[in-house]
Structures are given as C-alpha cells and as structure tokens.
C-alpha cells in the first residue's frame, strides 16, 4: 500500500462561462433591480499527492512496470477524490465562490444609486450569451 496526504482542490472554472444579467427595478416583483451573475457549478479541480518517503522507497524498489506504478498512484487519487466529495468539497466551494463574488461586487451595489439584490446562480451550462454582460429592460 501507499501511504499518502493528499490536497483536493474544488472551485468554478471561469473559463467555461460567466455571465451577468442586469434586471430594471421597474421589471422585478422585489421592486430592486437584480443583477444575477451565472457561473458554472462547482467541480473538483485537482488533487495532489504527497507520498510517505517510506512509501516512495518501497514503490521504487518493487519490480512494478512504468503503467502499473502509474495505475497505483491514480487509484489513491481516485480514493482522495472520492473521500474529498463525501466530505462535502464541492458544497464548501460552492459557499466559498458565492462569498467571494458577493464580495468581489459588493463595492459596485454600495456606490450605486438603486437598491440591487445581488443573486449569484451556479448553472450545469449556459445557453444565453457566453462570458458577456446582457442588459435587460
């Protein structure tokens, strides 16, 4: 067996979509303008093994081919990944992107002149406009 820590990494990928949908106060049932920023679901994005020295000396010295070391190593990944999601990992980043984007744009509604309700929606996918800022009303 491989002794290891690993480090799983979870967040939104930026790179797939990012929009933003400002509403009129006048189009809304609240009576606040809305600006609703899409963003893809949280996803695992890596993991990162740290091997057990002790380990790293026992997997050298053994007579394991290149492909079966690498089979070993993407099965305790594979463990990481699954006991990191278990855990909560991807409810954690969801939490932690929606507080980081509130408070990214939160300057924006303090200084403007409306009452915003700032909403911010995790999609599988987007089908309007891609990484672009759409106007409505």
Do not use: C, W
Request: glycine share 4%; no cysteine; net charge negative.
């Amino acid at each position: 067996t491989i002794k290891s820590n690993a480090t799983v990494l979870a967040g939104i990928d930026l790179n797939k979509f990012y929009n933003i949908t400002i509403t009129r106060r006048s189009l809304t049932p609240s009576g606040k303008a809305e600006i609703n920023i899409t963003v893809p679901e949280p996803e695992i994005l890596s993991v990162y093994l740290n091997l057990d020295p002790s380990s790293v000396n026992q997997f050298l010295s053994t007579n394991l081919r290149d492909s079966e070391m690498k089979l070993l190593l993407k099965e305790e990944e594979n463990i990481a990944y699954n006991q990191a999601y278990e855990k909560g990992i991807i409810a954690e980043a969801k939490e932690s992107a929606r507080k980081s984007l509130e408070i990214l744009y939160s300057p924006l509604l303090h200084n403007a002149s409306d009452d915003y309700i700032l909403n911010v929606i995790f999609k599988d996918k987007i089908t309007e406009g891609n990484g672009s800022v759409l106007l409505k009303g």
